[in-house]
Structures are given as structure tokens and as C-alpha cells.
């Protein structure tokens, strides 16, 4: 494997990263290992904020799809609610009726004992 070099230059408006290098190179070998570090770690957190992105996009599609699912369900809910309402206002109508001829067949036939016919 050759070994590949690379090399830059700093600008006059880098002074502070100069600066900031040179102080760093006492910690390595020379400036061109602290810049390699520099850019090795660089890479490593790019690499990890890529993955970070890669996981917040696939939970927000989940997120989404579990949202949808919960709004379908939701609305299955109110429709049930709403049958199960409408079947019950029903019967409510259907006893009362009932009711009601009963009480009429009962006034009749109290009436009726007395002879009073009224049909």
C-alpha cells in the first residue's frame, strides 16, 4: 500500500488554527500527526452524526405510520360508539313505544270494564 500525502495551506484569517495547531503538536508527533487526529475524529463523529440522522428519519416514519394507525383505529372506535348509540337511542324508541301501547291496551281494557269503548 503507498502512502498518500496530502498537504494544505492556512490563510492569513487562520491565524487562531495555526495557533490552535501549534499548541496541539506538542501533544503529538509533529503538526501533520495532529492534524490527522484532528481529521480522524472528524470523520468518526460525521460518520455517527450520519447514522443518528438515518435513525431519527426511520423513527419518524414510524412515528407517522403508528400515527396513521392510531387515527384509524380512532375513527373505527367512533363509529362503532356511533352504532352502538344509534342502536341503543332505537331500542329506546322501540321500548317506549311499547310502553306507550301497553299503557294505551291497559287504559282500553280498564275502560272497556266499565263499558266505555273509545275506538
Do not use: C, P, V, W
Request: charged content about 30%; cysteine-free.
Amino acid at each position: 500500500m503507498t502512502k498518500k500525502q496530502y498537504s494544505f495551506r492556512l490563510k492569513d484569517s487562520d491565524d487562531s488554527l495555526g495557533a490552535f495547531l501549534q499548541n496541539l503538536s506538542g501533544k503529538f508527533k509533529n503538526e501533520s500527526e495532529a492534524i490527522r487526529q484532528m481529521l480522524l475524529y472528524a470523520h468518526k463523529h460525521l460518520l455517527a452524526e450520519q447514522e443518528e440522522q438515518k435513525q431519527i428519519i426511520q423513527m419518524q416514519r414510524d412515528l407517522k405510520r403508528i400515527k396513521e394507525q392510531q387515527d384509524k383505529h380512532h375513527l373505527e372506535l367512533l363509529k362503532t360508539l356511533h352504532n352502538f348509540s344509534l342502536y341503543k337511542n332505537e331500542g329506546l324508541e322501540n321500548k317506549k313505544q311499547k310502553d306507550d301501547r301497553i299503557a294505551q291496551d291497559t287504559a282500553n281494557a280498564l275502560l272497556s270494564g266499565f263499558g266505555i269503548n273509545l275506538e
